[in-house]
């Protein structure tokens, strides 16, 4: 049975100590006579329900409400009145408020208030613990033990809570950003709301803005009749979603900013201020503080992006996991395709892992699939896979030509190659290459002394 801790603040002592050992047979109860002992206490504990009077001196039970709710919304907070005056109760729900009740306190009342409210807090664990068990069985990119992956869903968990804030999703291509996007989206409380998504790179500049912000009739050559609704709009009460960020344009970033700030934006065509409320999740596969040093990202959208960041793990960085992925996959395209799998064989899953995967668990999933495909089972067997040899280790070194070789063209060709396979990253490079991320930067910072890359 779970321990529930509670918190009493009442400045009255009788009604302090009467509360406070009426629930303490059943919960955990500390008793504070102000506001402000309590708050101090959250420094040292989390309690799960608080009893709040209203009529506090010093700091008003209304104040602390709102403290409270800025530094742990996690936490139920019932309120204590003296009067049912309706727009005090109003005032304290908006503001976060789970519950209220009425003095004189009766015992049974108040057990049953407390009850309930911690029933819904179980409730509400219980969802989140199979939010959670969902996202590791039915999502790929969160399948895995690896620290990295855990703490991408502890990363989750966290910033899930908030509704307006605005999170940046960085990552490798396939990597499964947007479905990590979902998943803030889904266990939010804007979970009800729609999720509208938006690849940036793929709407021709041009057309960005109306497509975001919606246009009027006659707005442009081609408007429709009656004009259209954007995505910004549709999005109202949910997420919005912008992948692959880092190709918009300095003009519609700009726009951007204005909407992140002020929640306000204009039809094309149009003079009517209009509002929204949104929440921005975008993701990015591009290193968007170089483009801000060559002019090509604002930094000051950047900074409103990236109120919260995240990296997702690449599998290249999270090998432990690639077997996992690989038989959730097997299990899911065997159903899809028909055919039974009983695993994975031994020199399988070694090719599966010594693979340098660029396009991350989309590529294991394609190449999952053909094994499906090609395999007669009962194991999946790396001649299934068509990745008969490892591509971890460097072929035979090709013997010294007697009129000898330019070992530091030689040097530059195969930095060359190893950024472009690892599409710019310098850390997959060095790993490429066998050497430290350190000493990779050293290299290239000669090439570049001597101005070859």
């Not at 065997?334 to 396009?359: N, Q």
Request: with cysteine; charged share 30%.
């Amino acid at each position: 049975m779970i321990a529930f801790t509670i918190y009493v603040v009442d400045d009255e002592e009788s009604i302090l100590k009467g509360v406070s050992t009426g629930l303490k047979r059943d919960y955990r109860v500390r008793g504070f006579s102000s506001a402000e002992a309590a708050i101090e206490g959250l420094k040292r504990e989390t309690p799960d329900l608080i009893l709040l009077d209203i009529g506090l001196p010093g700091m008003s039970g209304m104040e602390a409400l709102k403290r409270i709710k800025e530094t742990h919304p996690e936490i139920l907070v019932v309120m204590v009145t003296a009067y049912e005056e309706i727009q005090t109760v109003i005032s304290a729900m908006k503001a976060g408020a789970h519950d209220y009740i009425v003095k004189p306190l009766h015992m049974d009342t108040l057990r049953l208030t407390v009850k309930n409210a911690l029933e819904t807090l179980r409730m509400r664990k219980e969802i989140q613990s199979l939010q959670e068990r969902f996202l590791r069985e039915n999502l790929p990119c969160f399948v895995g033990e690896s620290d990295v992956i855990t703490e991408v869903i502890a990363f989750i968990e966290k910033v899930a809570k908030s509704k307006e804030t605005p999170v940046l999703v960085l990552g490798e291509s396939g990597t499964g950003k947007e479905l990590i996007a979902h998943a803030i989206h889904d266990r939010s409380p804007l979970y009800q709301g729609p999720f509208v998504p938006v690849n940036c790179a793929a709407i021709p500049g041009g057309l960005l803005e109306s497509e975001l912000f919606g246009y009027e009739k006659g707005a442009f050559t081609g408007a429709r009749g009656s004009g259209k609704r954007g995505m910004v709009d549709e999005a109202t009460g949910g997420t919005l979603f912008l992948d692959e960020v880092g190709a918009l344009s300095l003009e519609a970033q700009a726009k951007l900013l204005r909407f992140l700030e002020q929640g306000e934006y204009y039809r094309l065509g149009s003079t009517r201020k209009r509002k929204a409320r949104v929440r921005v999740i975008s993701a990015t596969n591009q290193d968007l503080m170089g483009m801000i040093e060559k002019d090509l990202f604002r930094e000051d959208f950047y900074y409103r992006l990236a109120v919260v960041k995240v990296a997702v793990p690449s599998l290249n960085g999270r090998r432990e996991d690639i077997p996992l992925i690989a038989r959730h996959f097997l299990e899911e395209l065997g159903r899809r395709h028909g055919k039974h799998f009983s695993g994975i064989s031994p020199e399988a899953e070694e090719v599966l892992k010594d693979h340098h995967w660029r396009g991350n668990v989309r590529e294991l999933k394609n190449v999952i699939e053909r094994g499906v495909l090609m395999g007669n089972g009962p194991l999946l067997m790396p001649s299934d896979l068509g990745m008969e040899k490892p591509l971890k280790g460097a072929p035979p070194h090709p013997p010294l030509p007697e009129t000898g070789i330019d070992l530091s063209s030689l040097e530059e060709h195969y930095i060359h190659e190893a950024l472009k396979m690892t599409r710019g990253n310098a850390k997959e490079a060095a790993r490429l290459l066998g050497m430290t991320y350190y000493a990779f930067r050293y290299r290239m910072k000669k090439l570049r002394g001597s101005g070859t890359v």
